[in-house]
């Protein structure tokens, strides 16, 4: 071996690729040391280059981490908090039953049924998962195999008009939901991303699958399998058949697009998709799954129960009141149970009885307001061609369900036929019968002229009319078609059960509420003559005078500060003065009675006596009575407000004689029994009666009455013995007549004979019914409470009250029952201790009228004084 080389040493010459004698040792030639050098220094470059790689590689990364840390605070800085997270809920509708618990209405900006993970089939769940993202259970919100899968899809078929395909999780779909902006974009599914990790962070898989199952929009108004299950197949979730939750399961994909009334094949195909995922997962086998590929997707199309007539306004009521409680967001989101006090019985009475009645009054002063429209079509041509302009002609509004829009085809003088398509399009046809339209008088200057004496008068060949077909059909005649107008004999009048009813929409309208006085729950509401026609509730929202319904607020405020029944009142001639002048009141009738007792003046609604008790009392405590009663929130302190000259709805008034039913107890009326939230919680529950023991069952339960007592029940039951007699020899007697059982009521006429009221109730029922014009005109001369609102009360609580037992009255312990002679007959009164029935006390003031002092802060009563009647200013009755 030779040692290092030393200085001035020389390099042995390199022999690199040459052949020659051996070295001195006998070696042969020695390697040269140059390559060596050059190979070093390829090492040393190799290596160079790698640490510069992983330089770069390193700087990147530092750099990708902080970028990556930038957008992920950027992204995520406006996202939902874990919080939030945890607790949300999708948005579900309310729904409102009826007091039998039959649906009245579902409330809701998407219709939602929310159904706990638990109460899903699990077929229902596993579809979904093996449809939308095989794996949901393994994955931490984000899949990456289904990423690079989508990936490679779409950069092979890139160019080719295919839409590129997702790999969003079921995770990832939830946090899309919960993400105010759906647009396609790279911020959103970084958002989507970050959200996804989160919430797998923050909540279980089966969290995530009750949100996403019940949050997906699955085609037609559904949200969520529930409503989808009810939509397309009209069952319930735990009914589905397997083709049938594998067919929910596919429409993800895109619900228009695969609904199978439209689209019966996509559907299918589909649905055969997700089925073999299935299989593939080896949730069901391949022989079930062949078996549910056999049959074609069969829909059955979401049939809603039929509403409960009449109940619109009812319902509308109950929306206002509960967005005015709870918002908006949470009535039509919140998945609100809605237990309301309506009794749909009584609702269908309710509404058949206002409609009778206003057609009644419609048909007695209203006249004939001509036909809806007329098709020029000319004879020749008018069997072939009729059908199709009728087509054209909308139903007018407020035109009833069971109407018809007819055509009239020829007629005679006293007979008219009319043709009309059924509802699939089959003509049909009737007759109208001149004997049936006495009521269809012709209008001359605004009022009705006389009965009509041929057909003619009432309608021409071509008029477009409203009609009430005949219950029952007969065959069409055979034979010549019918002489046209004016040609031959009238024949006989054909069969009842071949004439039709010409029918009208009526001008005026009205209201009725009903309610149980116990409780305050309101059981039947109609706020005019259709909804479909006026939305506005006259129940609730229109402000009418109530005329004489209002004097029970003053006799009671009366009777309050010890007057008897038999206490006598002058009735005779007055003048008040006012600021507007001196005002003639009078009485209904014009007459005068004289010396008349405080129960008679009620009976027969005296005017002036009225306000002489008014006077007497001070109009400033009758005041406070009717705040107290709810009959209105305030009120002027003047003697014409005692006659009704002010304003109330038909709900207050309902609730004011509910609580005189009550004896004095304050009460409310209210639609809305009880909210729950989804969870079953209380939310809210009417005020009122209240069982705090009903939960223990090892107790009786004990109903305890909170409600104020807001009027001495002494006074309170004098009242109604007086307003009996109202009923019963008084203005009310249409009312009451042959309904054989304890009724106290009282009519109302407002000025000019533009209200019309009647208020009454039993011991179990209250009702008030209203009739009038929306612009207030006259009903007509002598058009008052007895006349046009008692008859409809009177048939609906004919209707009400079938198969209830007879109640009584509840008499309290401080008054005594007596017979007194009234001047009218003997009646029976209610007395207090200390009052003599029949007496009647000597009342200091002129003209029979005390000069009581007014209450503090309040202006002195305007005076009376001695004039003639002037009836210009009409009387209320």
């Not at 069969?298 to 109950?318: L, N």
């Not at 009519?747 to 019309?756: C, H, K, P, R």
Request: with cysteine; hydrophobic share 40%; net charge neutral.
């Amino acid at each position: 071996m030779t040692g290092p080389l030393t200085a001035g040493e020389p390099l042995a010459p390199s022999t690199r690729g040459k052949t020659g004698a051996p070295g001195p040792e006998g070696g042969g030639n020695k390697p040269p040391r140059l390559p060596k050098r050059r190979g070093n220094i390829l090492v040393r470059a190799v290596r160079g280059l790698f640490g510069a790689i992983l330089g770069v590689v390193l700087l990147g990364g530092i750099v990708g981490a902080v970028a990556g840390y930038a957008a992920y605070e950027h992204f995520s800085a406006d996202l939902p908090d874990v919080d939030g997270l945890r607790n949300y809920q999708p948005p579900v509708m309310s729904r409102v039953f009826a007091g039998d618990s039959r649906l009245l209405a579902e409330l809701a900006t998407e219709r939602r049924i929310f159904v706990p993970v638990s109460a899903i089939p699990d077929i229902v769940k596993r579809a979904f998962i093996s449809a939308e993202d095989q794996n949901f259970y393994t994955h931490r919100g984000i899949d990456p195999f289904a990423i690079a899968r989508a990936a490679v899809f779409d950069l092979t078929h890139a160019g080719q008009g295919r839409r590129p395909i997702g790999a969003s999780t079921i995770t990832q779909q939830v946090a899309k939901n919960m993400l105010l902006d759906s647009e396609v974009s790279f911020s959103r599914k970084a958002k989507e991303a970050i959200l996804a990790t989160r919430i797998e962070q923050s909540l279980t898989k089966d969290r995530i699958l009750e949100l996403y199952l019940n949050e997906i929009y699955l085609g037609q108004g559904a949200y969520g399998v529930a409503a989808a299950a009810q939509t397309y197949f009209n069952k319930p979730l735990d009914q589905l058949t397997l083709a049938e939750a594998a067919f929910l399961a596919a429409l993800p994909k895109a619900p228009n697009n695969l609904n199978p009334f439209k689209f019966p094949e996509a559907a299918r195909s589909r649905r055969d998709y997700v089925l073999d995922r299935l299989a593939e997962d080896h949730v069901i086998t391949q022989a079930q799954a062949a078996e549910a590929k056999a049959g074609p997707v069969i829909p059955s199309e979401f049939r809603r129960p039929p509403p409960i007539p009449g109940a619109d306004w009812f319902t509308e009521e109950v929306r206002r009141q509960l967005i005015a409680r709870f918002g908006q967001d949470s009535t039509t989101q919140g998945g609100l149970m809605v237990r309301t006090s309506l009794n749909p019985s009584l609702q269908v009475a309710a509404e058949k009885s206002l409609r009778d009645g206003l057609m009644a009054y419609d048909r007695k002063m209203g006249g004939w307001r001509g036909a809806v429209g007329h098709l020029s079509v000319s004879q020749p041509d008018f069997e072939a061609k009729w059908p199709a302009a009728l087509n054209q002609q909308p139903r007018p509004p407020g035109m009833l369900p069971g109407w018809m829009v007819a055509v009239v085809a020829s007629e005679t003088d006293t007979e008219a036929k009319v043709e009309w398509l059924n509802k699939d399009g089959g003509r049909e046809s009737a007759m109208l019968v001149l004997a049936d339209l006495n009521w269809a008088r012709a209008l001359r200057d605004g009022k009705p002229g006389p009965a009509p004496r041929r057909l003619s008068d009432v309608v021409q060949p071509g008029d477009i009319v409203m009609i009430e077909p005949p219950a029952v059909q007969l065959p069409k005649p055979s034979g010549p078609p019918m002489p046209a107008k004016g040609k031959g004999s009238a024949a006989a009048p054909p069969p009842p059960a071949n004439r039709a009813k010409l029918m009208q929409i009526p001008a005026v309208q009205g209201a009725l509420v009903s309610l149980d006085p116990q409780t305050g729950r309101v059981l039947a509401m109609v706020g005019g003559w259709s909804y479909d026609q006026s939305q506005f509730n006259r129940a609730t929202q229109a402000n009418r005078q109530p005329g004489s319904s209002f004097k029970p607020i003053v006799y009671l405020t009366a009777l309050e500060k010890g007057i008897s029944p038999s206490q006598k009142f002058l009735d005779a001639p007055v003048v008040i003065d006012t600021p507007e002048g001196r005002w003639r009141p009078g009485n209904f009738e014009g007459t005068f009675g004289g010396p008349t007792s405080l129960r008679v003046a009620l009976e027969e609604s005296l005017n002036l006596v009225t306000l002489r008790v008014a006077q007497q009392v001070g109009i400033q405590a009758v005041v406070d009575n009717a705040i107290a009663f709810h009959m209105v929130d305030s009120m002027p302190r003047v003697l014409p407000a005692a006659l009704g000259a002010v304003d109330t709805t038909v709900l207050r008034e309902a609730g004011a004689y509910a609580s005189f039913a009550t004896g004095g107890r304050e009460v409310m009326p209210t639609l809305i029994d009880s909210v729950q939230d989804p969870d079953g919680h209380v939310v809210f529950r009417a005020p009122g009666l209240d069982c705090g023991d009903c939960a223990d069952a090892s107790k009786p339960p004990e109903i305890a009455d909170g409600r104020r007592q807001i009027a001495d029940p002494d006074s309170v039951f004098q009242l109604i013995t007086m307003m009996e007699g109202v009923v019963q020899r008084g203005t009310g007697v249409p009312a009451g007549k042959g309904l054989n059982r304890p009724i106290a009521g009282k009519t109302g006429t407002s000025q000019e004979f533009a209200d019309a009221w009647f208020s009454g109730f039993t011991p179990d029922l209250v009702t008030v019914v209203w009739v009038g014009f929306d612009t207030p005109a006259t009903l007509g001369n002598n058009e008052t409470g007895a006349a046009v609102a008692a008859p409809i009360w009177h048939d609906y609580m004919a209707r009400a009250l079938a198969g209830r037992p007879v109640l009584s009255f509840p008499m309290p312990a401080g008054v005594t029952m007596a017979q007194w002679d009234s001047g009218n007959g003997m009646v029976t009164d209610a007395f207090k201790d200390g009052q003599i029935p029949g007496a009647s006390a000597p009342i200091s003031g002129g003209l029979g009228v005390a000069s009581a002092p007014p209450a503090d802060g309040a202006p002195a009563p305007a005076p009376i004084v001695h004039g003639g009647v002037d009836n210009s200013m009409g009387g209320l009755y």
